[in-house]
């Protein structure tokens, strides 16, 4: 079977030239980076050359990257990290958007309870949280403020420079979890004014099992996991050299072709939004007027589950929205945020495209949706 792979937003293939770039760390490079002999010394210059890319990439200092094992660990590392540091034993507060990833939701309720205040505030009906719903949710404890850079499910941008730049007058931290942005839009630290920001490498055609933050300089926070103190005191446990390498390379290759890339996707994403539109009578396209990301598309199909038109599609890999909410939710704020009812949330799938998709397979995949979805009516 040929598959149609519409799921870079869950993961990505691994890119040939990040595979390439890993081999001989696999075999002859095999030295741990902390060691001061010649074979680990070379494996740390090639560490930081990888963290240098990726510096380079979100366009802050290289000693501001911190890797991780992923965007989970990082996204635990922000909220917990500052709240051990900034105010231990519960004595904080902290405001998350209502339509964060699990990573940042299920670890901010895990500090509530422990006794850290924790306050959610939802986006308006375009999807939008509104910065001065942030600065409402502030209180005199205030620590941290946590919002998405990029919806994972509708691929709807927060504007999380002008929350952050409100946050900052108010003396709180900001972080944002930009896995989903990262390698699709620019994302810049100066720009958004954030002091943290956690990153994926398997969403950008890395491997699964490596991450970073970026820990602006200054940034008051403590270690979630302790040993010899590497990466910069921060994480430690000896670093995985070869997802290193491979992240590396792949937040090369994005910030060389970023512009085309973005040029790229969106016209795929327009041409499945257009041809469905025009197959599919009362097919929604959520969040359709405000910023998303280039890639991502959030359908709703009238009058049918998705999920089994996901059975009937076996062809093509796309995400439902109950697939796209992590195994903790049942319900979509996003998408109830966007006024949809509980049978539309049902009837809702996710396509996200990537580098390896072709022209073709958008015409291909939208003329089997469509077909799928008419023969479910007809039932």
Partial sequence: MRFIYLDYNSTTPTAPEAQEAVVPFLAEH????????????????????????????????????????????????????????????????????????????????????????????????????????????????????????????????????????????????????????????????????????????????????????FVRHGTPISPILHGEGNEYGLRSGVENVTGIVAFGKTANIADKYMQQSIERMSQFRDLLETKLLSMVPGLLVNGQEVERLPNTTSVTFPHVFADKMQQRLPEICFATSAAALGRYDTTSPMLSALGLTPAQVQGTIRLSIGRFNTEEQMIRATEMLAAAWEAMRKE
């Fill in 30 to 213: 095999y030295g741990n980076p902390s060691s001061q002999h010649p074979i680990g010394r070379a494996v740390f210059e090639v560490l930081e050359e990888a963290r240098f890319h990726l510096a380079s990439l979100i366009r802050c200092e290289r000693s501001e990257i911190v890797f991780t094992s992923g965007g989970t660990e990082s996204c635990n590392m922000a909220l917990v990290g500052t709240a051990m540091q900034v105010a231990p034993q519960g004595s904080g507060h902290l405001v998350v958007s209502s339509v964060e990833h699990p990573a940042v939701m299920q670890t901010a309720k895990f500090l509530e309870t422990l006794g850290y205040g924790l306050t959610l505030v939802s986006p308006n009906r375009d999807g939008i949280i509104d910065p001065e719903s942030v600065v409402e949710a502030i209180q005199e404890n205030t620590f941290l403020v946590s919002i998405t850079m990029a919806h994972h499910d509708t691929g709807i941008i927060q504007p999380v420079a002008q929350i952050a730049e409100r946050c900052r007058l108010a003396g709180v931290l900001v972080h944002t979890d930009a896995s989903q942005a990262l390698g699709k839009i620019p994302v810049h630290v100066a720009r958004l004014k954030v002091d943290l920001l956690s990153m994926s490498g398997h969403k950008m055609y890395a491997p699964k099992g490596i991450g970073a933050l």
